[in-house]
């Protein structure tokens, strides 16, 4: 009966066709063996698929006799070894015999995702594809190490480097002896019938500006660093294909031009704009040289009718009587038209040059020029005898003359003409013919008339004011004179009597709740005698005349916490309240002036407040009064 049960159970889930043919849960396979799914789409939780024999590794390495192409699933490899038919079997997974060896069935090892090592030479053949590789690395691609190297996070390619510091680097091994670049081709030109061919091409794909390409030399180890040397196209002419060259270097003075080649063919040596096919400027002598073995001293340079300079010496002048082998006279009125030339004379003599004797005398040696002398001693010295005139300077009209006679040197006009005397260009001073001497005005109209202030540096002392007097001026600028007491009588004059400073921070603690606390005043500069009385004590001032004063005080003030202190000048009765400005560290600065008319006992004082709770402390501080009378 079970037997029975059992067929009818295969026969319900296989299918035997003709053709030997078995389907598991089909009715119509299409393989040796078509296994279907018993349910293939929904949310089922019944396993599907298929399982294959599970055996140990020691399990595998034991079986005799297995077919090619047998599939097995390892489940553990606690057992056995990784020896004959079970080398392979190092994980656990699925294996298939190949007929020696179970070998095992895993996903293709490609360059996606593992390291691998060709067995044999490679060609890709891409036709009419692209091969294209992307990265952001700085060694994204590389060839055999440093051999080639592409930087794709910055655009760069190294050859014989890692880190390319440019869009193509090249880098030789150390104490590498071979070329680090070669650039060759096998071109015979015109007469293979060839086009031109260019080993190295530079250009620019920016069109603005003259200089468009440059091969720098540099001479630290760094490709990075300034370059010591360079040749440089310039004078671009993008649409002509014209186009310089320029050579630079580097010294200790700058980096700059040394040899331009122009695009019209004109060479440049010191200059960068030559305007002749060989230019050379230099602002030293010996910029040019030729050794040829025939150059020489005093020789020239001549050419032949082909152009060849050769070194040659200068044939002698025929012998003749002139001004440098031999003295003469004149047989008549000469003339030298110089155009624009120049004449000079050359000497080391102190009468190296000279006209009638001494009418004219130059003296080479000492660069000086005498003027009725053969001796100068300054560059230009005029001799004349005792009472006469030296230079004149005229115009025709206004004679400027020096004068020595009697005595005395004179400078001056001899026309009834103003003089001027001027500095930094400008005139400064003026004596007009009728004798008025102007200081900053040039129409003085009094004997001495000043346009500014004076300063008297010394004036002799008196003892006695009963024959002096003092000079005052009206709105005009006029002076005269006034005695000295009635001048004084005339007058209140302010003067300072009393000065104190305090140069030291106080290290007492002041009361706050707007307690009133002195200023002290530790040094008294002036006190003067008779105007009043100073207490020390209680850095008080009592006034001994009637009279307006003007206190003027500060104070500095530390520890404060906000703005509610204050500076209190007292003055008799009264009292005038300055504010402060806070400064940086809980510190405030006070200063103020009051003016009041005072009686003899008056009280000065200066004071502080705070309506903090808080005490505070005192800083440096000053105060000064001056005194008007009545």
Not at 18 to 44: R, Y
Not at 149 to 159: F, H
Request: include cysteine.
């Amino acid at each position: 009966m079970k037997k029975n049960l059992l067929l009818a159970g295969l026969l319900t889930t296989f299918s035997l066709v003709v053709k030997s043919q078995v389907g598991i849960n089909t009715a119509t396979p299409t393989a040796t063996l078509d296994v279907n799914a018993k349910n293939s789409t929904g949310t089922g939780t019944a396993v599907e698929g298929l399982l294959i024999p599970r055996v140990d590794r020691q399990k595998a390495q034991s079986m005799a006799g297995v077919p090619v192409s047998t599939l097995i699933y390892v489940n553990n490899i606690a057992t056995g070894t990784t020896t004959g038919n079970a080398v392979n079997i190092d994980t656990v997974g699925y294996y298939y015999y190949n007929g020696t060896v179970w070998t095992k069935l895993s996903i293709p090892v490609n360059i996606y995702n593992a390291d691998g090592t060709l067995t044999g030479n490679r060609t890709v053949t891409q036709g009419a594809n692209t091969l294209a590789f992307t990265g952001t690395k700085t060694n994204a691609f590389s060839v055999n190490g440093k051999n080639f190297s592409v930087d794709a996070a910055n655009s760069r390619v190294g050859i014989g480097t890692i880190a390319p510091a440019s869009s193509l680097s090249v880098q030789n091994s150390p104490g590498a002896t071979n070329s680090t670049i070669s650039a060759g081709i096998e071109n015979c030109g015109a007469a293979c019938l060839q086009g031109i061919a260019r080993n190295i091409t530079l250009y620019n794909l920016n069109s603005t500006g003259g200089q468009f390409a440059e091969l720098g030399f540099i001479p630290s180890t760094s490709e990075t660093g300034l370059s010591g040397a360079s040749i440089t196209g310039i004078d671009r002419d993008a649409a002509n294909s014209y186009a310089g060259l320029q050579f630079s270097t580097r010294n200790a003075t700058d980096y700059a031009p040394r040899l331009t080649i122009k695009s019209s063919g004109n060479v440049g040596i010191g200059t960068t704009s030559p305007t002749n096919k060989l230019q050379i400027e230099s602002t030293t002598s010996g910029a040019l040289k030729i050794v040829d073995g025939t150059q020489g001293t005093d020789k020239v340079l001549t050419s032949d009718a082909s152009g060849v300079a050769t070194w040659k010496a200068l044939p002698a002048a025929p012998a003749s009587a002139n001004i440098y082998n031999t003295d003469g006279t004149l047989t008549a009125n000469r003339t030298v038209t110089q155009g624009a030339n120049t004449l000079a004379f050359t000497g080391t003599q102190t009468n190296a040059f000279s006209v009638d004797g001494s009418t004219l005398s130059v003296d080479a040696a000492n660069d000086l020029v005498g003027l009725g002398t053969t001796t100068p001693d300054t560059k230009l010295t005029i001799s004349t005898p005792d009472s006469s005139y030296g230079l004149n300077h005229t115009n025709g009209t206004i004679k400027l003359k020096t004068y020595i006679g009697g005595g005395a040197a004179t400078l001056g006009t001899t026309t009834a003409n103003d003089l001027r005397l001027m500095t930094n260009n400008t005139q400064q001073m003026t004596i007009t013919s009728g004798g008025n001497v102007g200081i900053g005005t040039t129409a003085p109209t009094h004997t001495l008339d000043v346009n500014g202030n004076v300063r008297f540096r010394s004036v002799a002392p008196i003892t006695s004011t009963n024959n002096s007097g003092i000079l005052l001026a009206d709105g005009t600028g006029a002076v005269s004179q006034i005695s000295t007491n009635d001048f004084v009588g005339s007058l209140k004059i302010p003067s300072n009597i009393f000065s104190a400073e305090q140069t030291t921070d106080v290290p007492t603690n002041l009361a706050g709740n707007n307690t009133a606390n002195n200023v002290v005043f530790g040094t008294v500069n002036i006190n003067a005698a008779g105007a009043g009385t100073w207490d020390a004590t209680n850095n008080t001032y009592t006034v001994a005349k009637a009279g307006v004063y003007q206190v003027t005080s500060g104070v500095n003030l530390q520890f404060t916490t906000n703005t509610s202190y204050g500076m209190y000048i007292h003055m008799a009765s009264s009292l005038w309240v300055q504010s402060g400005i806070i400064q940086a560290g809980n510190v405030m600065y006070f200063n103020g002036t009051y003016v009041k008319l005072l009686a003899p006992g008056d009280i000065i004082r200066c004071t502080t407040k705070s309506s903090n709770a808080g005490s505070y402390r005192q800083g440096v501080a000053f105060i000064h009064i001056i005194y008007t009378p009545l």
